[in-house]
């Protein structure tokens, strides 16, 4: 962790989390394994929560730790069972729970079992959210689990999962247009500023966020990878959540999130890419 | 088929068990028994016994192939793309072949139906795996495959892709001898062709439905198939699309004043077809608009995208609601670019 904003909880962990997004994407799952989803089936899905992938990741994540599930879990997940674009597939986590500073979620990781990479974002979260809710769109590159792990200030872990399944189809050749304006960020308060309780907040990066795993379709040569890495939003000069986050995330990557928020307040979000690009972005609250 | 080569008759896939376990035997044994084998691999898929409708004549030496509606399964087969092909005096060219290297051996058997004069060319209209990989029938002929070259280049960068999955989907029997190829010849924009003694018009106006959209006018007739542009009864899909070509491409298709048109899916139809495809995509884009303007999270589109008027075409339920997404996910781009 750089910034500390945040405690960092990774002391004892058997991996730290900046060496398990870089290095998960070796997980024998690596290589141009990233194309179109199948059409139709199979239809033998089961909804169960376990899968080798995750077996594995969180021996490395979170080794013997229990982790709570179903009725006990404090996060739950909303997936569509049927995603109907496998680029771009929303995801939307809610907290059972209020972010105060006796207990919140401190940690939560976002995982697509069958992704290339499958840690999609691990983000440090502040109490002044108020609701550690969050929405973002995700590729699911083969019918398989998206999963939240939530780890509260308490220590206690919780998760929640969803088998999703993509659409048919082939995949769409990468949209290659406005090149020069990777990197603008835009904050919206998609339903105006609450007054009484926390407000729903978007923050969206213009960038192609590609994988490496694509080819041009013009020069079919491989796109190298080029994607988002960091996410930091802060309100009036505070953290409220900083978001590690990898190629699981589509293109023109978005965070949907919640903050307790006033008139006069200031947003600003911190945005690098692997390429070393540095953004910002800023809102005022009218 | 005389263009098969002919093979000996103790291959042939009726083979009396025992002397199978020989052959297997001496097959491990003796390299010419490998060449025998893919001989025997050709004879099978003449034998092809898997839903093929006729050819169906739509003007003197004009005919089409109906695909088969629905997703691709184990009872289409994948046969869901249209096929067709033009006889002219000096031959016959193809307009796509299908989804596998049988599906192609099928629509050749339908040409020798009609005509015994030579195939001279396959055209790919767009680069879809239904109208694609049938080009391997075509190819162990020696009959040369055209395309447009951004259809190549969107091909080869991923309908590797699209195999693997057909293969997986279909299994290994129905997409044998079945591969990715690069075309004979790339086109680059409109021309005309002479090559079968009948004047036929390639059109092309750039990136619309998919970025080498290629149609095909019988001067004749007046009849054009239209490849990726049109889908009648069946939702169009946006995914490779850039929507204002789409668009200028389908009034440019209307001034030809087509007198029949052959959609990539779906029945044949008059210019109707072409207002259908315009109709949806006005719709499409006018409620897409309305849903971003009022905020709505990309979770809530696909329901929210309900066009009632068109649930009854085929795809609705995968075709629709992606392309939902997808617009949806483009005119945000747009806003977050302003």
């Known amino acids: 962790m750089s910034s500390d904003a945040f405690s960092s909880s990774t002391h004892g962990r058997p991996m730290s989390r900046r060496m398990a997004l870089a290095g998960l994407g070796a997980l024998g799952l690596s290589g141009p394994a990233v194309r179109a989803a199948p059409g139709g089936l199979p239809s033998n899905v089961g909804h169960a929560d376990s899968s080798p992938q995750w077996e594995e990741l969180r021996a490395k994540l979170w080794g013997r730790e229990p982790i709570a599930a179903g009725e006990a879990s404090k996060v739950q997940l909303i997936v569509p069972l049927r995603a109907a674009f496998g680029a771009s597939v929303p995801v939307k986590v809610l907290s059972k729970l209020p972010q105060t500073e006796a207990l919140h979620v401190k940690r939560m990781t976002l995982l697509v079992d069958k992704n290339p990479a499958p840690i999609a974002a691990v983000l440090d979260m502040s109490p002044r959210m108020g609701q550690a809710d969050l929405e973002t769109r995700l590729r699911v590159d083969e019918y398989g689990h998206v999963r939240v792990v939530s780890e509260l200030s308490d220590g206690s872990l919780h998760m929640d999962s969803r088998y999703c399944k993509v659409s048919g189809g082939c995949s769409a050749p990468p949209n290659r247009d406005q090149l020069h304006n990777i990197g603008k960020t835009v904050f919206r308060l998609p339903e105006g500023l609450k007054a009484d309780g926390p407000t729903p907040a978007e923050v969206s990066v213009v960038h192609p966020n590609d994988t490496g795993f694509e080819l041009n379709h013009i020069t079919v040569m491989y796109i190298p990878p080029h994607y988002v890495r960091l996410i930091k939003v802060s309100y ?20 949907r999130f919640k903050l307790m928020a006033r008139p006069g307040g200031r947003l600003n979000a911190e945005v690098e890419d692997t390429k070393e690009g540095r953004f910002r972005g800023q809102l005022a609250l009218a | 088929m005389p263009a098969l080569p002919q093979h000996p008759a103790s291959l042939r896939p009726t083979v009396h068990p025992d002397r199978r376990r020989l052959l297997a035997l001496l097959g491990g044994l003796a390299l010419p028994m490998l060449a025998q084998a893919a001989r025997t691999e050709i004879e099978v898929l003449s034998l092809d016994p898997l839903p093929q409708p006729p050819a169906q004549a739509l003007a003197d030496g004009v005919y089409w192939v109906p695909g088969l509606p629905g997703e691709v399964d184990g009872r289409n087969v994948g046969r869901n ?82 195999l693997d999955t057909l293969r997986g989907l279909l299994g290994e029997a129905h997409m044998a001898g079945t591969e990715m190829f690069k075309p004979d010849q790339l086109l680059d924009g409109p021309s005309a062709l002479g090559l079968i003694g009948r004047p036929l018009r390639l059109l092309s106006w750039g990136h619309s439905s998919g970025p080498g959209d290629l149609a095909v006018l019988d001067e004749a007739s007046g009849v054009v198939f239209t490849g990726g542009l049109c889908d009648r009864l069946r939702v169009p899909d946006l995914q490779d699309s850039r929507l204002q070509g789409w668009r200028d491409a389908l009034a440019a298709l209307r001034a030809l004043q087509p007198r029949q048109v052959v959609p990539g899916h779906g029945p044949v139809g008059d210019v109707g077809v072409i207002d259908g495809v315009e109709d949806y995509l006005r719709a499409l884009e006018q409620r897409l608009g309305q849903l971003l303007d009022a905020g709505v999270p990309l979770s809530e589109v696909a329901e929210r995208a309900e066009l009632g008027a068109y649930a009854g075409w085929d795809q609705y339920e995968v075709i629709h609601r992606r392309n939902a997404a997808l617009l949806f996910l483009r005119l945000e781009h747009a806003q977050l670019l302003r």
């Open chain 1, 236 to 255: 009036d000069g505070e953290a409220l959540f900083n978001a590690e986050v990898g190629f699981s995330l589509s293109e023109n990557p978005s965070l």
């Open chain 2, 81 to 162: 793309g249209n096929t067709g092909f033009i006889v002219g005096p000096q031959g016959v060219v193809a307009i796509d072949a299908g989804v596998s290297r049988r599906h192609g051996e099928a629509l050749l058997a339908n040409i020798e139906r009609v005509t015994d004069r030579p195939v001279k060319l396959l055209l790919i209209t767009h680069a879809r795996q239904e109208f694609l990989f049938g080009a391997a029938a075509f190819r162990a002929r020696g009959i040369p495959v055209a395309m447009q070259r951004a259809t190549a280049g969107l091909m080869t960068s991923r309908c590797e892709g699209c």
